[in-house]
T-cell receptor, first 116, second 112 residues
Framework: AQSVTQPDIHITVSEGASLELRCNYS??????LFWYVQSPGQGLQLLLK??????LVQGIKGFEAEFKRSQSSFNLRKPSVHWSDAAEYFC??????????????FGAGTRLAVHP | DGGITQSPKYLFRKEGQNVTLSCEQN?????MYWYRQDPGQGLRLIYY???????QKGDIAEGYSVSREKKESFPLTVTSAQKNPTAFYLC???????????FGPGTRLTVT
């Protein structure tokens, strides 16, 4: 069955420090992968996506993610964190079904806190 | 401005009452989705609709119902049969065969 694991429930970093959020997926076919960010009480905003091609993808707000097929991972990185990056981050894998229906399977999320 | 609106932002109901959550989009998307979010569990799919007058159950459809009479609108009814209705509900949309889903701001439902 398809699944997404985000091993870290909470992460705290200092402002200006680098960040890496981990994501592992289980999916038999070639996955398409997403990272979304959610501020408290808000909806989800798409940070970046991977469909094919270059395994290092750039997103908004200075984030990037690297797809590693051999490790079934899609980790999110940022070289220097800003206080405004404090939020919850969700990794998701897209699954395609016949008829063109696409389903997203989400991880449980990682809550990021940023110390000044 | 194109986007997805959900209303109200906060909703309070007594146990045993049905309640309907609104979702409207002006992105001209064919597909719409409802998710439920609980702390520490990520998002789980309740219902989805690829076209008007058609919808399918997701992973946790029991106790919920939907309708899709217009392309722009996909209301979700939380019925009294839903055992744990208190949650944050998110609506999303995409082009019909699109891989990217865009989310609304959510409605927090509290049932006491």
């Amino acid at each position: 069955a398809q699944s997404v694991t985000q091993p870290d429930i909470h992460i705290t970093v200092s402002e200006g420090a680098s960040l890496e959020l981990r994501c592992n997926y289980s999916y038999g076919a070639t996955p398409y992968l997403f990272w979304y960010v959610q501020s408290p009480g808000q909806g989800l905003q798409l940070l970046l996506k991977y469909f094919s091609g270059d395994t290092l993808v750039q997103g908004i707000k200075g984030f990037e993610a690297e797809f590693k097929r051999s490790q079934s991972s899609f980790n999110l990185r940022k070289p220097s964190v800003h206080w405004s990056d404090a939020a919850e981050y969700f990794c998701a894998v897209g699954v395609s079904f016949s008829g063109g229906y696409n389903k997203l399977i989400f991880g449980a999320g990682t809550r990021l806190a940023v110390h000044p | 401005d194109g986007g997805i609106t959900q209303s109200p932002k906060y909703l309070f109901r007594k146990e045993g009452q049905n309640v309907t959550l609104s979702c409207e989009q002006n992105l001209n998307h064919d597909a719409m989705y409802w998710y439920r979010q609980d702390p520490g569990q990520g998002l789980r799919l309740i219902y989805y609709s690829q076209i008007v007058n058609d919808f399918q159950k997701g992973d946790i459809a029991e106790g919920y119902s939907v309708s899709r009479e217009k392309k722009e609108s996909f209301p979700l009814t939380v019925t009294s049969a839903q055992k744990n209705p208190t949650a944050f509900y998110l609506c999303a949309s995409s082009i019909r065969t699109g891989r990217v889903q865009y989310f609304g701001p959510g409605t927090r439902l509290t049932v006491t």
